[in-house]
């Protein structure tokens, strides 16, 4: 069963959505303790399937209430499936203020003892990235696509794999034909 779920995330990796999709669904099958709602919601973004990603990345917002990445998902689904209402502004600016307040703690721990590794720091740098993209997503999806494409530029050196999710994330959907944003998420040689 655990190979069956790795298997989805490397067909997730290689941008096959449809069986990443279909092994996450074998995997749970197989073993009820495996509930990774967050990826196949995110997957079920992806494939355009937004009233089904909105049931799996809300239960993923409640089973991690303080991450940062179910809340932006939750968030982008619910505006895919409704559109810029009010319950979805909500959303957004909830997603918002968790993400900056996540963004003040990776600042606060920039500076580590001499025995910290530098692979925390490494992660320190990469899970920066990952917030300034969200917040980029977030201005895109609230129309502030100038705001949008600068979060996106100060998180692209941070975490190159962005470059995949912008790519699919229906957030920066309005943006892929911008010339702005596909120089930004053109791969580096």
Same mark, same amino acid.
Request: neutral net charge; contains cysteine; charged residues 30%.
């Given at each position: ?124 740098? !990469? $899970?920066?990235? @990952?917030? #300034? &993209? ?5 201005? /895109?999806?609230? +129309?502030?696509?100038?705001?949008? *494409?600068?979060? !996106? $530029?100060?998180? @692209?050196? #941070? &975490? ?5 999710? /912008?790519?699919? +994330?229906?957030?920066?959907?309005? *943006? ?14």
């Amino acid at each position: 069963m655990y190979k069956v779920e790795l298997r989805g995330r490397l067909k997730t990796l290689y941008e096959d959505f449809d069986g990443a999709l279909a092994d996450f669904a074998n995997a749970i099958k197989l073993d009820k303790k495996i509930s990774d709602t967050y990826g196949r919601g995110i997957l079920l973004c992806y494939l355009g399937r937004y009233a089904e990603a909105v049931k799996d990345l809300e239960q993923a917002v409640n089973q991690r209430p303080k991450d940062f990445l179910p809340s932006y998902h939750f968030a982008i689904a619910r505006y895919k499936l409704e559109g810029l209402t009010n319950s979805v502004l909500d959303l957004v600016n909830k997603s918002r203020t968790l993400l900056r307040n996540r963004l003040i703690d990776t600042k606060d721990k920039t500076t580590f003892d001499g025995s910290a590794s530098r692979l925390l720091e490494e992660v320190n740098i !990469l $899970e920066k990235g @990952m917030i #300034l &993209y969200c917040l980029g997503g977030l201005e /895109a999806v609230c +129309d502030d696509l100038d705001k949008a *494409l600068d979060y !996106l $530029e100060q998180a @692209m050196p #941070l &975490y190159k794999n962005l470059i995949r999710w /912008a790519r699919h +994330d229906p957030a920066w959907l309005k *943006l892929q034909n911008d010339l702005r944003f596909q120089s930004i998420t053109s791969p580096i040689l």
